[in-house]
Each structure stands twice: as structure tokens, then as C-alpha cells.
């Protein structure tokens, strides 16, 4: 009780006023500056952060899978479909029903903890890597967002903005895959897009020009399928 009176004597006690203390002097050292201008300014690229915990989609050998991220992200969704948009070199992924046409299954089923399934796609992969000129021989990598357009959520992604990990081939090995990405050469002398110029990317109409595609799972096609497709993906190569 004696300590308690000289505390309240002195007016406050030693933690309080510690704690005022560092609050005045970060009070002090923000500056006021009204001429702040963002001109000149780049948002730097998420992608060269790093992103494990990152929505992601990946298209590697004739397959397509999105991340755990994504999963986690839309925890009670089991199908979804993929829509393009040719012009704008976007790509969307939406939640599905199991019934629905042109859906497909993205995660295992029926087990604890889902996970992302890579999906066999060789027409969809020859598509994609004509529109874009890819080589078919590497891993491309894009980063996502998930928005809400109405009452639906979905991710988009920038088929532009790819990571690129490049595969090499030598006589009498297996290849291998680098684990350094490669980025599109005009990333090269730039840290991101302009502030004015990244608002404006945020500013689409998503359902605008995408075009909704099936993807076929490998166990499900026929050997009739598999040959056209193949085919098809050969003639693309030597486009």
C-alpha cells in the first residue's frame, strides 16, 4: 500500500511514462509532406520476393496444377474452370460445380489434406504455348490474385508475368530443370510497373473476352484422343 501512494504521488508510473515517451518521439520524427508526389515511383514485382505461400499456377509438361495456396485460399471447393482471355493474355480460374460443363477436379478427393493435382491437358498446354510463343520444354510459373467479381471469387492470373525455369538436355542424361527462374527480358532494367500504370491493371472487367476451357484428366481419355492430341501438339512445335 505504501508503494502503491508514492506511485500515485508522483503521478504515474515508470512503464507508463516510458511508453509515452517513445509514443512523442515517434510522433516527432513523422514529417509533413504535402508535395509528396508518387511520380517516378515503381511497384516493386511481388515476383521478385519470395512467394511460397503465394496463389500460383504452373504449366510444365503438358500439364497444368495450381499451388496449395490456392487451395487454402477457397478451402471448400473441389472443382473449378479455367478461362482465357486471348487479347489480354489473362487467365482466370473460377470455382465450379462437379456438373457443371467444362469443370474439373483441382485438388485429390476424398482424402484428409487436400492437395493440388497436375492436370494432364496436351491440348490446353499447346494452346497456351502457341498464344504466348513459350518453349514447351520449359516450366513456366505465374503468380495470382484472388478477387471478388459480384458474388463469385476467383483468381487471375497474368500469363505475361511468368517465371520461367529453363530445362537443358544432355546426351545420356536425365534433364534438369533449373531452380533459378528467368524472368521476361523488359523486367530486366525496371523494378515494377509505374504507380499510375499498376491502379490501372486493377481497374478490368474480368468476364470480359475470356473464353471457358475443358481440361481433360489423362485417366479419362481415349487412346482416339491421346493420338489427336499429340498430333496436334507436334504440329504446334513446328509452328
Not at 69 to 91: F, G, S, T
Not at 156 to 164: G, K, N, P, W, Y
Not at 226 to 238: D, G, L, P, R, V
Amino acid at each position: 500500500m505504501e508503494n502503491e501512494h508514492i506511485i500515485s504521488a508522483a503521478g504515474s508510473d515508470p512503464v507508463s511514462e516510458a511508453l509515452n515517451e517513445k509514443a512523442s518521439a515517434a510522433a516527432e520524427e513523422i514529417v509533413q509532406d504535402d508535395d509528396f508526389s508518387y511520380n517516378g515511383y515503381q511497384v516493386v514485382r511481388r515476383e521478385f520476393f519470395a512467394h511460397v505461400y503465394e496463389p500460383s499456377i504452373t504449366f510444365n509438361n503438358c500439364k497444368v496444377s495450381l499451388n496449395t495456396a490456392c487451395l487454402n485460399r477457397l478451402p471448400d471447393v473441389d472443382y473449378v474452370q479455367i478461362l482465357v482471355n486471348p487479347e489480354d493474355k489473362k487467365l482466370a480460374v473460377r470455382p465450379s460445380s462437379e456438373d457443371e460443363k467444362d469443370s474439373f477436379l483441382w485438388c485429390t478427393a476424398k482424402s484428409v489434406k487436400r492437395k493440388p493435382k497436375q492436370i494432364t491437358c496436351r491440348m490446353f498446354f499447346a494452346k497456351v504455348v502457341q498464344l504466348m510463343e513459350w518453349n514447351p520444354d520449359y516450366r513456366y510459373k505465374m503468380l495470382g490474385k484472388l478477387i471478388q467479381s459480384g458474388d463469385e471469387y476467383l483468381f487471375i492470373f497474368d500469363l505475361t508475368a511468368s517465371e520461367i525455369y529453363q530445362r537443358t538436355i544432355q546426351d545420356g542424361e536425365k534433364p534438369k530443370t533449373s531452380r533459378t527462374p528467368v524472368f521476361p527480358a523488359e523486367w530486366q532494367n525496371q523494378f515494377g510497373l509505374p504507380v499510375e500504370e499498376h491502379r490501372k491493371l486493377l481497374q478490368v472487367n474480368i468476364f470480359d473476352g475470356y473464353t471457358v476451357f475443358g481440361i481433360k484428366d489423362k485417366i479419362a481419355e481415349t487412346p482416339a484422343d491421346i493420338a489427336k492430341e499429340q498430333s496436334t501438339m507436334e504440329e504446334t512445335n513446328h509452328d
